[in-house]
């Protein structure tokens, strides 16, 4: 296995916000952990025919236990001041991967 080719930035007084760069993701797929390492969590070894309806009632769950979850999306104004203490963010320039874009995600099918 090829060794990963990282780059490490140097740690700052105040750190850089990079700059966008718009598909730096583009090229990468999602690694799929074993169907072993799924089951031995209690997660289904394969993806189910009905994944959305199961995710979505896992939202549903999440949103009747966690009352933050229900004010952090409604008052989420995007106005970006948590892209710069994103690790995701911050990691990939991408952004699709900035807080503001997952949130949206998500709350395109929370309304």
Known sequence: MAKANFEVPKLQ???EVPKI???SMA???TFKAKPEFQEAL??????QE???EQAIDAMGDMLK???SLKVYMDSCVKCG???DKCHYYLGTKDPKNMPVARQDLMRKVYR
């Open 65 to 67: 236990k966690y009352r």
């Open 81 to 83: 001041a948590c892209t």
């Open 13 to 15: 007084e105040y750190p």
């Open 27 to 29: 090229h990468l797929e």
């Open 21 to 23: 760069e718009p598909g």
């Open 42 to 47: 209690g997660f289904p070894g394969e993806m």
């Open 50 to 52: 009905n994944w959305q």
